[in-house]
């Protein structure tokens, strides 16, 4: 299974275009998103919640906690999007099989780096793994999140995804969001 997405100009034009590929979660630009995704959302949390960013030593262990192995191959899938060739955001997805009637998977690492958001990437990023989703056989993509997350929040909800009951059990979900997946057009 690959995706691979181009956008944007033709390489002669001064403006940078995104491209989405799958990339091996280990790869060292999907390390280093993985970083700056989870100090991100765990620096968010530390500050409103305790007025004070993640501690190193929290931050450095639970980075290696989260292997990600769950996103490789055969039944996930880690996309790396870059933006004028730099490393930009990610997005991973991963089968779940059968849960509540449907063939489920579940969205996990959807980011984009501050400096790219408002470029057009996250929607990119959601395309690819909704395809990878239904090309593992999934009906539909389920994900929690934090409610001061808003800014994911918003992009789930103009993509298509609606709130629903608790779908998973993690420290941290606050909300849960499921959509169902159109079949693949030929």
Avoid: N
């Avoid at 450095?60 to 490393?87: I, N, Q, S």
């Avoid at 997005?91 to 501050?114: D, I, P, Q």
């Avoid at 990878?132 to 389920?142: K, N, P, Q, S």
């Amino acid at each position: 299974m690959s995706t691979h997405i181009e956008t944007g100009t033709a390489a002669s034009e001064a403006a940078p275009s995104w491209t989405i590929a799958p990339e091996a979660v280990d790869s060292e630009a999907a390390a280093a998103l993985w970083r700056a995704y989870y100090t991100e959302v765990s620096d968010r949390y530390y500050l409103l919640h305790e007025g004070h960013r993640t501690a190193p030593e929290e931050l450095e262990r639970e980075v290696a906690a989260e292997t990600g192995d769950d996103l490789r191959p055969p039944t996930g899938m880690l996309f790396v999007a870059r933006y004028g060739g730099e490393p930009a955001g990610t997005a991973g997805v991963r089968l779940l099989g059968e849960l509540k009637g449907a063939s489920t998977a579940e969205l996990k690492r959807v980011f984009l780096r501050e400096d790219m958001r408002g470029k057009g990437g996250a929607g990119l990023l959601l395309a690819a793994a909704e395809d990878a989703a239904r090309a593992l056989g999934a009906e539909r993509v389920i994900l929690d999140t934090r409610l001061d997350l808003v800014e994911a929040r918003a992009l789930y909800a103009r993509h298509g995804y609606e709130e629903s009951e608790p779908l998973t059990e993690r420290m941290y979900a606050e909300c849960w969001y499921a959509k169902r997946l159109s079949p693949a057009t030929s």
